[in-house]
């Protein structure tokens, strides 16, 4: 295992004022973003539309890696340039979502495992000859009544650190992403509780499996309650709780944690990320992995059309500038008004 080019790689990602984007929707996952704009999802359409995303002036001011889906590793921008290589000229890491996907967990009604493991050695050794710095694999926890159950948070944990292991081996970064679903009707504080058992659960599993914490980098969910609940938390609350359960259970060695938005809007992802900087004390960098809260307005403003580049552009830029300053928690709500 290379260790210093792992920590060297996680650690550019962790640059401070920047963040990730996750372009990685699934085939399946961005047919539906696109069906929300009356847009056709084909192989020209998926990739123009990350092309526009990538090509925004100024991209690697606050987005230092971004995450593919395996058809963009492979594919070429309209003028012939890999997506990858255009990802890279602008100064930020291109990386892979590995696994395939969320399946139904035997004898779990209701839960899923993230499958993915069979192959992935060989897989692991193309991304890296395609250039890819760092991966992801996303397992997803969902709150209901009766669960989590124990079975799924550490079958979820024991594939995720066998990712990891995977992944380090090639010399590539693994994040590790254990979601804790927002869409229930629980409140804050059951979100706090499945969180923290999440958490530990897949450190113990990375610590058994071996992996170099500094080289690898961890994409929770905040705390917060969900998106049903009727007892919705204060920006500082979601902050408080999100640093205290994060406190509890990462070790101090992880080199940075890059949160997903889950379903919140782009503003609160926003204010939330702030608020966690501006008033906490931290042993790791804090900062965003965002999809659906880094793109929203701009696929609005894009609409499918080439003629509306520059506005989407306009609209990704503001909105990762607004990331970037509340990674280091100098976001306010005046400078979205501004804008
Ligand atoms: P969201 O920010 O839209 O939750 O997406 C992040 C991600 O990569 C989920 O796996």
């Known amino acids: 295992m290379d260790k210093a080019k792992l920590e060297s790689i996680a650690k550019k990602i962790m640059t401070p004022g920047c963040g990730i984007l996750a372009a990685d929707e699934s085939t399946g996952t961005i047919k539906k973003r696109f069906d929300s704009i009356g847009v056709e999802s084909t192989p020209e ?25 395996d058809e963009q590793l492979r594919a070429d921008g309209s003028d012939g340039t890999p997506l990858r290589q255009i990802i890279e000229d602008a100064g930020s890491v291109p990386g892979i979502k590995v696994d395939k996907g969320a399946k139904d ?6 839960e899923k495992v993230a499958e993915g493991l069979d192959g ?21 926890i969902d709150i209901a009544d009766g669960i989590p159950t124990q079975y799924c948070i550490d079958t979820n944990a024991h594939a995720l650190a066998r990712y990891a292991a995977l992944s380090q081996e090639a010399g590539i970064v693994p994040i590790v992403e254990p979601e804790v679903l927002m869409d229930g009707a629980h409140d804050i504080d059951r979100c706090f509780e499945v969180t923290e058992a999440v958490l530990n659960a897949l450190y113990d599993e990375l610590f058994a499996q071996r992996i170099f914490l500094e080289g690898s980098l961890l994409k929770p969910n905040m705390v ?44 609160e992802a926003t204010a939330h990320l702030n608020a966690m900087n501006a008033s906490h004390d931290l042993p790791w960098p804090l900062s965003f992995s965002y999809g659906r809260a ?37 976001w306010n709500v005046g400078l979205e008004k501004a804008a």
């Open 45 to 69: 359409t998926r990739n123009g539309y990350r092309e526009m995303l990538f090509r925004t002036p100024g991209f690697g001011e606050h987005v230092s890696g971004v995450i593919l889906f």
């Open 105 to 110: 967990l035997a004898s779990a009604p209701g």
């Open 120 to 140: 992935l050695r060989e897989r692991f050794a193309e991304y890296a000859e395609l250039g890819a710095g760092f991966a992801k694999w996303r397992a997803v």
């Open 224 to 267: 917060i309650a969900g998106k049903r609940s009727p007892k919705q938390a204060s920006a500082e609350e979601v902050a408080g709780k999100t640093v205290q359960c994060l406190k509890r259970a990462v070790p101090a060695a992880v080199t940075g944690i890059v949160f997903l938005s889950g379903g919140q809007s782009e503003e």
């Open 294 to 330: 880094l793109q929203q307005a701009a696929l609005q403003a894009w609409q499918g059309k080439d003629e509306n580049w520059a506005a989407a552009q306009r609209a990704f830029a503001h909105r990762a500038k607004m990331n970037g300053l509340a990674a280091k928690g100098e």
